[in-house]
Nanobody, 126 residues
């Protein structure tokens, strides 16, 4: 019904930047609450960044604050994760996630999200 597709992952060196994008397609609704998560091998999936439906609220994991920025392109049902000053610890598969409809808050638990992308690999070498 609704599909999310991530793009922009790759292999970079520490200190470099990447821009991830996630686009929703299918029978989409008027808006989404968005989140980015990541999962490293052998570790649990963790919250990275979130943005409310209105775009007036964002939040980030402590490990990425000041380096990552989440933003929306509502007309295209798209969310962006700009990742700067990448570190080897950022290496993971990154997933976008969405909840259809309006929301004034940020959701930190993966179980709260209805739709998920297939993930894009980000690898940061030292």
């Amino acid at each position: 019904q609704v599909q999310l597709v991530e793009s922009g992952g790759g292999l970079v060196q520490a200190g470099d930047s990447l821009r991830l994008a996630c686009a929703a397609s299918g029978r989409t609704l008027s808006g989404y609450t968005w989140g980015w998560f990541r999962q490293a091998p052998g570790k649990e999936r963790e919250f990275v960044a979130g943005i409310s439906w209105s775009g007036d609220r964002t939040d980030y994991a402590d490990s990425v604050k000041g380096r990552f920025t989440i933003s929306r392109e509502n007309a295209k049902n798209t969310v962006i994760l700009q990742m700067n000053s990448l570190k080897p610890e950022d290496t993971a598969v990154y997933y976008c996630a969405a909840i259809a409809g309006i929301s004034g808050g940020i959701y930190y638990d993966a179980g709260a999200y209805s739709y998920w992308g297939q993930g894009t690999q980000v690898t940061v070498s030292s």
